[in-house]
């Protein structure tokens, strides 16, 4: 057995990092820090599109998850700045020495919105229901190595898997496993999550309305079990729907928007930060912007090719004008945020690792080493126009290469046809601007997808359609591990690999914006905000 | 009249068929594959790939797949958007209410400022009030819309502070007031055309020689104004009025996405670059319907201002 409830003990404090702000949204200067929380008041929270449903089962998105992680819960949770497991609706849990077994001990006490206790059977029901394949969960994956899940007795939960995975206890604190009413649920049928029905949870807030294209809006839940540790404070949150960037920043100016969670446009972050009335703070991310090509056609299936684009690329600019503050790249998707175990073997690794920094010098000539760079020429570079960075991305790679002597042109797509060439066949893009964000604190999040060629398949999400039979061996084998040095071991092994394989330019490592208004307390996100109840401590001085 | 009505609703079937299948037909052939757009950006399984293809009915030929949708559709089941999750005939009904108000200001709007406007520089042709109206329609016609309205939030929201930014507000009086800046934003380009069409129309009736007569009758300016000239002219801008109507519709695409109000306009953009095949056909059939009878009411309308003109 191994003890799941390690204390967090090191920040993630590594070289530009301690610009970030992590705890967003502490009391405007001039506000004394130690004010205690109000019990009251509304908060209006505001996102770009409609969210797909409050059904956890579906909830995968950015925009989904304000509502749904406010409503329903996870059996266990991201803590300590996202790095962490901690207790939630399970109060504790143990794994098995062969990995196979967790057994995690259901918290007596808990009631669902409706006042009906929430009970193991409500538990077994929740995870079944996910991996059912008829539901058709998005989030039903995550649960791909469940075997089984057992209740011995009233309070006790057993998930059997089939094989070692050494990511599933993360997805203990996904949506995959938000606890929601066998009774509620079976009773809704296919309208369960959709605005006519809502949903009902254990969470800090009910479920009150929502109106299609509007807004969705919350109610305190004055019967939420922890409320030890501070909230639910707020009365009422009102999650509004505003698709246009420059209403979104509008909206923060006049005090209409309280709250802005990732959807502060990138090109008006000056913009907000002169506001008065708004706070705006950055958290770290496991989340990345990269350019990649089919490393499996010519002349991208010459590493010297990879490399010299690699050398070509001006990371640094991008980032200084783009993401000024953030960490610094190098040739890994594994970024030092994502450092969560193992740290001082990870940074070792580090130290050694490849930046390929600008140099157009040594780009020429592994170029001409290559013997193949004529072939670039005219190639296309395709990104999304509507990403500003991106689009920095891809013009600042042109003139790169055009100092290189080497003409690329832009291929300027639509969300529709970047979606397509990111997660298609690969045959319709030279080169590819794209990003990843990991879903779990752990460094396999970001290399297993982006480099296992398990994933190059039509719907996979390796856009380079990377390769190599010894990296796969090492990703495959340490997912099978439970001993998480051995893991790093193999992980930092198979990032050295890639590394020189250059399959991908890894340029940023963003942060994530939270716009709030100085009226708002206590907000705080962390790199996986996604997966986060996020209002449950927030309170509004009026 | 009603006979009329009736073989012009029974002659709109064909249109209906035509439309639907057409529709049909081009939101497969755009590029971007629904599937992967639903799941946009994140990890997949390809097994979920192939259940979520079946459940949204993309197996299987083209033509049995229209025939399937055209069954349901009669029985007023458009199924399910696949990026939402609910019924396209539930979105529909919840969608509908916002932009059909924004389009009934906007039209009221325009009639209520447009028409007088007109009336009032071709009474005072060539007048100081003239070349204002002018000027005034000149730049309600070449705003965009998004233009407008982004303009509209900066001066009444962000810098005077009388009106909110965006959302749709609780109760009827806050709706209201949410309801004016995307209103007025909308109607600008609306007011200028009916005002210009008014204008030209009323200069050249006012020249007529009953006007003349009615002068020379010594009739009041007022009722010649009003009720002979104005009652000739209306034609005209009546079916300026309704053509326009059909770009307000675009328009409330724009605006509502500006302005977070969630209407029609917004359902359908999502359903386009979502490729939400469900909600794009049921959408564009709801659009077809309203059309037809929007023209429909103003050929009926016509008779009614004026009755040299019969339908049998």
Known sequence: MMSVLSPWQRRLGVGAMAVFAVAAGLPAAGLAQSETPQMGGSLVAVIEGEPTSVDPAFDYDFVSGLATSSITEPLIKFCEGDTQLCPNLASAWTVSEDGLTYTLTIRDGVKFHDGSDMTVEDVVFSLDRIRDPELGSYVGWMLDSVADVTAPDDSTVVITLSQPDALFEYALASTAAHVVSKAVVEAAGADYGTPSVGSIGTGPFKFVEWTSGVQQKLARNDDYWNKEDGGPYLDEITIKILPEPTTRVAGLDTGEIDYLVNNVPSDQYATVEGFDNVNLTFAPSFYGEWITFNTQEAPFDNVKVRQALNYATDKAGLRALYWPGTPDTKATLVYPSMWTFEQDAWQAAWDVLPAYDQDLEKARQLLDESGVADQLNGMTISYYESTPSMKGIAESFIDSMSQLGITIEANKTTYQENIAQQFGNHDDYDIFVGSWGSDFPDPSGNLRPNFGSENIAAGGSNASAYSNPDVDALLVEQNALVDKAERAKLLIEAQALIAEDSPLISVSNPGWPLAVNDRVHGAEIGPLWYWASLFKDVWVSE | ?312
Do not use: C
Not at chain 2, 61 to 86: C, M, N, T
Not at chain 2, 224 to 249: C, D, E, M, W, Y
């Open chain 2, 1 to 312: 009249m009603a006979g009329y009505a009736v073989r012009r609703l029974l002659a709109a079937i064909p249109t209906l068929i035509f439309v639907s299948f057409v529709t049909f037909g081009l939101v497969r052939l755009a590029p971007g594959d629904p599937v992967l757009i639903v799941l946009g950006g994140k990890r997949i399984s390809p097994e979920l790939m192939e259940q979520l293809r079946e459940k949204f009915g993309l197996v299987g030929d083209p033509i049995s797949q229209y025939l399937a949708w055209v069954g349901r559709a009669v029985q007023f089941d458009f199924g399910e958007s696949f990026k939402l999750r609910q019924e396209v005939g539930d979105l529909i009904v919840a969608r509908l209410p916002t932009t059909v108000e924004l389009i009934a200001m906007s039209v009221l709007l325009a009639i209520l400022l447009g028409i007088p406007l007109g009336v009032l520089q071709a009474r005072r042709r060539e007048s100081a009030v003239d070349y204002a109206g002018s000027f005034v329609a000149f730049i309600g016609v070449s705003s965009p819309v998004y233009f407008t309205a982004i303009i509209g939030i900066l001066v009444f929201a962000v810098w005077l502070g009388v009106l909110p930014a965006f959302g749709s507000g609780d109760g009827p009086v806050d709706q209201l007031r949410h309801l004016i800046l995307p209103a007025v934003a909308l109607a600008l380009g609306m007011i200028a055309l009916t005002s210009r069409m008014t204008r030209s129309a009323m200069l050249e009736v006012l020249t007529s020689d009953f006007i003349e007569a009615a002068r020379a009758k010594g009739l009041p300016e007022r009722t010649i104004l009003v009720k002979h000239a104005l009652r000739n002219a209306l034609i005209p801008v009546l079916t300026v009025i309704s053509l326009q109507v059909g770009f307000l519709v675009v328009g409330t695409v724009l605006v509502e996405s500006t302005m977070g109000l969630g209407g029609l306009g917004s359902l359908i953009t999502d359903a386009i670059q979502n490729r939400d095949y469900p909600v794009i056909q049921a959408s564009v059939l709801l659009l077809t319907v309203l059309f037809i009878l929007l023209n429909l009411f103003t050929d009926l309308l016509y008779a009614v201002i004026d009755p040299r003109i019969r339908y049998t």
